[in-house]
Every structure is written in structure tokens, then in C-alpha cells.
């Protein structure tokens, strides 16, 4: 589209326009952050009142809280999957030495190998799928028993000052 065309048009959709803002408002960045306060004087220019800019605020935190966890629970699942490739190499390799001294070939030794290895398999898959129903339950599974884990903490924590006060 050349320079004569862009300027015909006369109405963008809100992706659009979005996309332009985002690029208009990188040109313009200083440094790349913005204060606060130019964030209303901005918000205030495209006619955004103060209340929808204090709730798309709100929303953006949010997302970026639930992002964190996201991450948190993505790390979780790698530690979760190394530990378990710890414990599948040194027990396999345990049981193929074994093997090896006493029938002098690998034998019974390879099925344990075989089978464990296609459930690790299954598992590794399953910690870098990041989409889909199964991912959704296992995070928020996770994310209660965080939740949990919190409320039990708390609860311990005032319960013990409680008593060290009273004693």
C-alpha cells in the first residue's frame, strides 16, 4: 500500500488501531517507560476517562499475575520431569548392570527400560504441551494446592506468634 493509498482510507478496525497506537506510542517512548502520569495525559488524549483506564489497569495486573504463575507452574513441571529422569536413569541403569553381571546379556532388564521410558516419554510430552483441556486442569490443580499451601502457612504462622505471645 503506498503513501497515497494509506491516506484514502477512513475508518481502521480496532486491531488496526491498535497495531498504529502501539507503533506511534514505541516511537515516542523515552527509554522505553512511561510514568504514570503520562499514562493518564495519554489516556485522557484518545478519551479514555479515568475509570475505564483504572479498570484496564486492574485487568492488565491481573493478566500479568496469572502469567507469573503460569511461569512458576511451567518451572515447577520441568523440575517435576528432571527428578523423575534422575531417578529412571539411575534406577535403569542399576537394574541393566545387574542384568549384564548376572545373564552376561541385556534381557528382563530392557522391557523394565522399554516401558519406563515410553511412560517418561508420555510425561515429557505432557510437561511442553502448554495448550489444551489437560494443561488447564493440571495447572489449576496446581494453583489451589498453591493456594492452599498459602492459607496452611498463614494459618501455622499466626498460630505459632499467637503462641509465642501467650507464652
Avoid: C
Avoid at 519406563?116 to 489437560?134: P, R
Amino acid at each position: 500500500m503506498s503513501v497515497s493509498e494509506s491516506t484514502t482510507i477512513q475508518s481502521y478496525h480496532q486491531e488496526e488501531l491498535q497495531q498504529i497506537l502501539n507503533l506511534a506510542i514505541v516511537r515516542q517512548a523515552n527509554g522505553g517507560e512511561f510514568s504514570r502520569t503520562q499514562l493518564v495525559e495519554i489516556a485522557a488524549e484518545l478519551g479514555i476517562s479515568p475509570a475505564n483506564l483504572q479498570l484496564a489497569e486492574q485487568e492488565w495486573r491481573l493478566q500479568q499475575q496469572q502469567q507469573h504463575k503460569r511461569q512458576e507452574f511451567e518451572q515447577y513441571r520441568r523440575s517435576q520431569l528432571k527428578q523423575r529422569l534422575g531417578k529412571y536413569i539411575i534406577v535403569n541403569g542399576f537394574l541393566v548392570v545387574i542384568n549384564l553381571l548376572s545373564a552376561g546379556q541385556l534381557s528382563w532388564a530392557l522391557y523394565i527400560l522399554l516401558f519406563w521410558g515410553a511412560g517418561l516419554g508420555l510425561k515429557t510430552w505432557n510437561t511442553y504441551q502448554l495448550q489444551g483441556d489437560a494443561y488447564e486442569k493440571a495447572f489449576q490443580k496446581w494453583y489451589r494446592q498453591q493456594q492452599f499451601n498459602q492459607l496452611t502457612q498463614s494459618i501455622f504462622t499466626r498460630l505459632n506468634n499467637w503462641i509465642k505471645a501467650t507464652g
